[in-house]
Structures are given as C-alpha cells and as structure tokens.
T-cell receptor, first 113, second 113 residues
Framework: ETGVTQSPTHLIKTRGQQVTLRCSSQ?????VSWYQQALGQGPQFIFQ???????GRGNFPPRFSGLQFPNYSSELNVNALELDDSALYLC????????????FGPGTRLTVT | DQQVKQNSPSLSVQEGRISILNCDYT??????FLWYKKYPAEGPTFLIS?????DKNEDGRFTVFLNKSAKHLSLHIVPSQPGDSAVYFC????????????FGTGTRLKVLA
C-alpha cells in the first residue's frame, strides 16, 4: 500500500511569485487536508478537500487555494508569496467516515527569499 | 491564541524508564485528541488517539490519559526505547465535520541508552 507522497521535496521561490505543491493521497483515501508548519511550531490547518470541494478552512488568506482531482490527489497553490510563507507544507489524507485518521506525507519545504 | 499547549519543549529519559509528555488545551468543545510522532525529514506519524468520552486509551507501550476537568492530556510511553526519540505533537479537534486539528508546538523527546 502506497502512503501519502508530496512533490517537490524542496522549493525556493522569490517574494511575489506563485507556487504549486502536489500531494497524492494514500490508496482508498478520499479526503485531503493541508497544513503549514513554521519552524518551531506545530502544523497549522490550511484547508481540507473532500470530493473535489473545499470542506473547511483555517485562518489563511485567499491567496492560499487548493484543488482536489477525481483520483483524490490534491494541489496547494499560493499566490503573491511572502517571506512568512517559508515553511514545511504537509498534506494528510483520510478515509471518509474516519476523517479523524489523518496520515501525513513527508512535506514540501518552501523557502521564500 | 494557543488553544493547544505543550509547555515542555524537550524531555530526556533513560532507556527503560517511563516518558510522560503533557498537553493542555483551552477549548472545552474539543472532542477528539491525537498524538503524533515526527522524525526529521518525515511527516508526523499517528500514534494514538482518544475521544472525549473516554479517560484512557492504551496501545502497547503507549497510553493516553485525558482529564477533561483539567483540560489536560498526557502520553505515557513505557518502557521508553531509543527509537522513541522524536518530536511529539498533541492535536485536538472540535466537532465541525471537518476534523480541523489544532496542534501544539511539540515536545522533543530524547531517550538515552
């Protein structure tokens, strides 16, 4: 059984640019959640997707947006990057009906310069 | 406002002894709690969970205790092993249909051989 995978592993962007991060959910999982983990902090919930629709959002501005595809993979898009967006971005997948079980990928380390 | 707090940033324990990691929360609406373990360069790994209707849940060497009146939960690891050395996060969720988890800032556990 394949776990949650994320790409790329590392990314360096310049302030003002746009970035797309990708996540493939674990087999059989149809719900994806995205988290941002700043250095020395715990993960912070960005949003969750179920059946290709946003199913809840944390305190992040609209320049953070997402997509979920029919195969349940997902993208996180961030526009107009700011220095404070530098963080580890984690994706977690869950089976619906057991959405409390969240299985995390290894994350994408984004550095904004 | 930090709704989930892990006040000990680090903890060192001798191999074979008990490790006790603590977590406090402020939101009385939280009804589900989890503990995750995180190794460097990996995503958080689910360890154990507890619903607010219980006060204890045990899984092998790991036991989570919940004291709702004190808004406190703890993770006990007995016996501690060097492979348990990692950062441990507690997380909590309120009933919203989203299972948006609020994470603490983590406690770094070091088990000394």
């Amino acid at each position: 059984e394949t776990g949650v995978t994320q790409s790329p592993t590392h990314l360096i962007k310049t302030r003002g640019q746009q970035v797309t991060l990708r996540c493939s959910s674990q087999s059989g999982h149809n719900t994806v959640s995205w988290y941002q983990q700043a250095l020395g902090q715990g993960p912070q919930f960005i949003f969750q997707y179920y059946r290709e629709e946003e199913n809840g959002r944390g305190n992040f501005p609209p320049r953070f947006s997402g997509l979920q595809f029919p195969n349940y993979s997902s993208e996180l898009n961030v526009n107009a990057l700011e220095l404070d967006d530098s963080a580890l971005y984690l994706c977690a997948s869950s089976p619906w009906g057991a959405v409390y079980e969240q299985y995390f990928g290894p994350g994408t380390r984004l550095t904004v310069t | 406002d930090q709704q989930v707090k892990q006040n000990s940033p680090s903890l060192s324990v001798q191999e074979g002894r008990i490790s006790i990691l603590n977590c406090d929360y402020t939101n009385s609406m939280f009804d589900y709690f989890l503990w995750y373990k995180k190794y460097p360069a990996e995503g958080p790994t689910f360890l154990i969970s507890i619903s607010s209707i219980k006060d204890k849940n045990e899984d092998g060497r790991f036991t989570v205790f919940l004291n709702k009146s004190a808004k406190h939960l703890s993770l006990h690891i007995v016996p501690s092993q060097p492979g348990d050395s990692a950062v441990y996060f507690c997380a909590a969720s309120a009933p919203s249909g989203t299972y948006k988890y609020i994470f603490g800032t983590g406690t770094r556990l070091k088990v000394l051989a």
